[in-house]
């Protein structure tokens, strides 16, 4: 089998540190571009997980400000080699690539009676891109989860600056029909401002959701 990064050939002689690493024997990349991916150092914001300081960081104090306080975690930087494979998976669309990171997604025990609810992406980018990269990795895992939230087509968050994101309005709505469970746990791939989350934690709260946290893959 090959790196499905790199493409060099994986040696099928795992130690069992290195599978407990990978943290699944199907996760095929090899040392050398698992090595590229820089996990959060253990001092971090303990509400957003912004790397370098153990204090609540500026943000989170702002938007406590504005009465939210977001609970969530995060597990990667969102690095050079990370940025490299998120758009060979979202843009360029190598379904195949959600298998890496897959395995990270699963819920801890703590996330216990939490209901998983991915955030969604626009009809428009759905079509765009044929999935979502964020069930892609659910689903990769096996990990259930409920489509609770619906978004609306709005301009693609990555071709605007960082002011003009936070600046934009909540494209968010809850699914209608749907039993709305008391505590979620919201699923991403990537934090970035923080806008989303802000949205999507409002959008829940206000269909009556008591608990909220969140997770991403990259901070
Ligand atoms: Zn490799
Ligand atoms: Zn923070």
Redesign the pocket.
């Known amino acids: 089998m090959n ?6 050939k994986l040696s099928l002689t795992l130690k069992f540190t290195e599978l407990f690493l990978l943290k699944s024997p199907e996760n095929s ?6 090595a590229t991916f820089q996990t959060i150092s253990e001092k971090h914001c303990p509400r957003c997980w912004k790397d370098g300081s153990s204090q609540v960081c500026e943000d989170c104090q702002e938007w406590e400000e504005q009465g939210i306080i977001i609970n969530h975690r995060a597990i990667f930087h969102y690095n050079a080699p990370m940025k490299g494979y998120f758009s060979n998976y979202k843009f360029i669309g190598d379904y195949r690539l959600r298998a890496i990171f897959a395995n990270y997604f699963k819920p801890t025990k703590k996330d216990k009676n939490f209901t998983l609810v991915p955030i969604p992406i626009s009809d428009k980018r759905l079509q765009e891109r044929g999935f979502n990269q964020v069930t892609g990795f659910l689903d990769a895992a096996k990990i259930p989860y409920g489509n609770l939230l619906l978004k609306s087509d709005s301009v693609k968050q990555s071709s605007l600056s960082r002011e003009e994101r936070l600046d934009s309005k909540n494209a968010f709505t809850v699914a209608e029909d749907i039993l709305i469970p008391k505590k979620v746990l919201l699923i991403d791939d990537i934090y970035t401002t923080g806008t989303t989350l802000q949205h999507t934690v409002f959008t829940l709260k206000e269909a009556g959701v008591t608990e909220v946290k969140s997770f991403s893959l990259c901070r």
Do not use: V
């Not at 790196?3 to 060099?8: D, E, F, P, S, Y």
């Not at 990349?29 to 698992?34: A, P, R, S």
């Open positions: 790196c499905l990064l790199c493409q060099r990349i090899c040392e050398k571009c698992l």
